[in-house]
């Protein structure tokens, strides 16, 4: 059975960088839905951005508000991968991030609990 697994997390200092993967096995992103999200100590799990392709394999990204202009998802499909570039991390970054796929057709993409497949996450540590 595949799986989704993250990795490049870390510790950094505010105003610092980190490039998250996600690495599918068993599994072949193409054009569905994938997404990361977030879930620091304490608080629900929001999302952070989403990548998609339309029937003409043009990709799209989303961002969450409190993310944009900072964050970039990116998608290999040479290398079955996603990417989470963070950029000018903050310290309220400090979260577990997770990405996941599989999202139940209709559903809206911020919604976490419409996305059947996960990975384990990540740790990200933002120090002030």
């Known amino acids: 059975q595949g799986g989704l697994l993250e990795s490049g997390g870390g510790s950094v200092q505010a105003g610092g960088s980190l490039r998250l993967s996600c690495a599918a096995s068993?599994?072949?992103?193409?054009?569905?839905?994938v997404a990361w999200f977030r879930q620091a100590p304490g608080k629900e799990r929001e999302v952070v951005a989403g990548?998609?392709?339309?029937?003409?394999?043009?990709?799209?990204?989303r961002y969450a508000d409190s993310v944009k202009g900072r964050f970039t998802i990116s998608q290999d499909n040479a290398k079955n991968t996603v990417y989470l570039q963070m950029n000018s991390l903050k310290p309220e970054d400090t979260a577990m991030y997770y990405c996941?796929?599989?999202?139940?057709?209709?559903?809206?993409?911020?919604?976490?609990?419409?996305?059947?497949?996960w990975g384990p996450g990540t740790q990200v540590t933002v120090a002030s």
């Open positions: 068993g599994y072949t992103f193409n054009r569905n839905r």
């Open positions: 990548i998609y392709a339309d029937a003409t394999s043009t990709y799209y990204a």
């Open positions: 996941a796929t599989g999202l139940v057709y209709g559903a809206t993409w911020s919604t976490q609990s419409a996305y059947r497949v």
